[in-house]
C-alpha cells in the first residue's frame, strides 16, 4: 500500500494561486494512477483531477477546468495540483489519493492523505 501526504496549502486571495505536492512512499508511486480531491465544510467529498499512472491522461471536474493542472513525476514520488484563478468556492480541505481499483470514482481511491487546507477569501 502507499503512503500518501499533501502539503502546499494555504491562505490566499481570490485570483492568486497555489501549489499542492502530494508526496508518496511505500509501494511503486508510479504504478497508481493518482487524484486530487476536495471537501467543504458541511459537503461530500468530490472529485477535483486525475492523473493516469504515466502521466499520459488527465481528467478535471468541470469547476476547475481551465484553472487547475494535475502533474506527477514518478522519479520523485510526487503529485502536484497547480491551482490559479483561484475562487473563495476553491475554499476546502484538499486530498491525494491513490486509484485502487478500475474506475475514477470516490469509492475508486484509496491510501488517502490527511488533506491540507486551502482557504480563498474574496
Known amino acids: 500500500q502507499v503512503q500518501l501526504v499533501e502539503s502546499g496549502g494555504g491562505l490566499v486571495q481570490a485570483g492568486g494561486s497555489l501549489r499542492l505536492s502530494c508526496a508518496a512512499s511505500?509501494?511503486?508511486?508510479?504504478?497508481?494512477?493518482m487524484g486530487w480531491f476536495r471537501q467543504a465544510p458541511g459537503l461530500e467529498r468530490e472529485f477535483v483531477a486525475a492523473?493516469?499512472?504515466?502521466?499520459?491522461?488527465?481528467y478535471y471536474s468541470d469547476s476547475v477546468k481551465g484553472r487547475f493542472t494535475i502533474s506527477r513525476d514518478n522519479a520523485k514520488n510526487t503529485m502536484y495540483l497547480q491551482m490559479n484563478s483561484l475562487k473563495p468556492e476553491d475554499t476546502a480541505v484538499y486530498y491525494c489519493?491513490?486509484?485502487?481499483?478500475?474506475?475514477?470514482?470516490?469509492?475508486?481511491?484509496?491510501?488517502w492523505g490527511q488533506g491540507t487546507q486551502v482557504t480563498v477569501s474574496s
Open positions: 489519493a491513490a486509484r485502487v481499483s478500475p474506475g475514477w470514482g470516490l469509492a475508486e481511491f484509496g491510501s
Open positions: 511505500g509501494r511503486a508511486f508510479s504504478g497508481y494512477a
Open positions: 492523473i493516469s499512472w504515466i502521466g499520459g491522461t488527465t
